[in-house]
């Protein structure tokens, strides 16, 4: 099946360690992006990737980095440095105008 | 900066009635604007996109309007069903292709048998 993989679907982490989020396509979609979900408010861009090895910061980048060294994959790393990481992570890829979303990753810091 | 309004309080509907979601843009239009639904704990779904030169699209149930004078979209759901129950966002592309694309915080759409 084509689709988008996101693991873990939950994730514990004590504060002040980084940690990495998995996305996975099969779909030989071009462009990728991170997104972060809070209760009431909309998507918020984390970054995106147009292309395998650039990427462009989103709204929201600072504590996070990304990096695209396959058109597969798009990893996200929350590092210590992010206030607030406690949150509903959403990867999405795209290869025109519409996005595919995977099942997102629920990010939880004790 | 670009603003998208969407009623964020919950719309409670009869099954069998017509839904009728709003988005709301400040500043410029954008190239397309896109409907997705959610789920609770899931992503998005992607339903339907309007094109700026496009008044009006449908998809079986689905319709949405675009109104760039207005600077609003509205989402209609005929015929209503339970199983419509979700969240709503509407999101704006400016640009169309492989670049960000702008999502408002949804709409939350509860079908009342």
């Known amino acids: 099946d084509g689709g988008i993989t996101q693991s873990p679907k939950y994730l514990f982490r004590k504060e002040g360690q980084n940690v990495t989020l998995s996305c996975e396509q099969n779909?030989?979609?071009?462009?990728m992006y991170w997104y972060r979900q809070d209760p009431g408010q909309g998507l918020r861009l984390i970054y995106y990737?147009?292309?395998?090895?650039?990427?462009q910061k989103g709204d929201i980048a600072e504590g996070y980095s990304v990096s695209r060294e396959k058109k597969e994959s798009f990893p996200l790393t929350v590092t210590s440095a992010q206030k607030n990481p406690t949150a509903f992570y959403l990867c999405?890829?795209?290869?025109?105008?519409?996005?595919?979303f995977g099942p997102g990753t629920r990010l939880t810091v004790l | 900066s670009q603003k998208i309004e969407q009623n964020s309080e919950a719309l409670n509907i009869q099954e069998g009635k017509t839904a009728t979601l709003t988005c709301n843009y400040t500043?410029?239009?954008?190239?397309?604007l896109q409907w997705y639904r959610q789920d609770p704990g899931r992503g998005p779904v992607f339903l339907l996109l309007i094109r700026e030169n496009e008044k009006e699209k449908r998809k079986e149930r689905l319709k949405v309007t675009f109104d760039t004078t207005l600077k609003q979209s509205l989402f209609h759901i005929t015929a209503s069903q339970p199983a419509d129950s979700a969240t709503y966002l509407c999101?704006?592309?400016?640009?169309?292709?492989?670049?960000?694309?702008?999502f408002g915080i949804g709409t939350k759409l509860q079908v009342i048998p």
């Open positions: 990737s147009q292309i395998v090895n650039d990427f």
């Open positions: 500043n410029y239009s954008p190239a397309y």
């Open positions: 999101a704006l592309d400016f640009a169309g292709g492989y670049q960000k694309v702008t």
């Open positions: 779909l030989n979609h071009d462009a």
């Open positions: 999405a890829s795209s290869n025109n105008n519409e996005q595919f």
